[in-house]
């Protein structure tokens, strides 16, 4: 780490740019239809995390979705993405649209 701020590896980088300028974005704190509240999820300004088995299930938007909100917490918690690669979830939202695109062909 370079002072307080992570220093990721550059498929992070390109990731976040990626997320922003394809149609990978989605608004992160609009309710979605298959959400299980009409609410859809909790704001936190320190970014969003989920269970593992939230990904088991989660559709195209719900992943879309977590990666924005992945890139919003770390705008404002230098590190969230790193805890989520960490807690395994970024993998398992990963993996799930590999599975969602699989099962599009």
């Not at 195209?60 to 917490?73: A, E, N």
């Not at 979830?89 to 062909?105: I, Q």
Request: hydrophobic fraction near 40%.
């Amino acid at each position: 780490m370079d002072g307080h701020f992570p220093e990721y590896h550059p498929v992070i980088n390109r990731f976040w740019k990626l997320i922003y300028e394809t149609s990978a974005f989605i608004a992160p704190y609009d309710p979605l239809p298959e959400d299980p509240t009409p609410v859809g999820i909790p704001f936190r300004v320190m970014g969003v995390s989920f269970p593992l088995d939230y990904f088991s299930a989660a559709t195209v938007d719900q992943v879309r979705r977590y990666l924005v909100l992945c890139t919003r917490g770390e705008r404002f918690c230098d590190g969230h993405i790193g805890a989520e690669i960490d807690s395994g979830a970024f993998l398992a939202a990963l993996r799930r649209l590999r599975e969602l695109r699989a099962s599009m062909s």
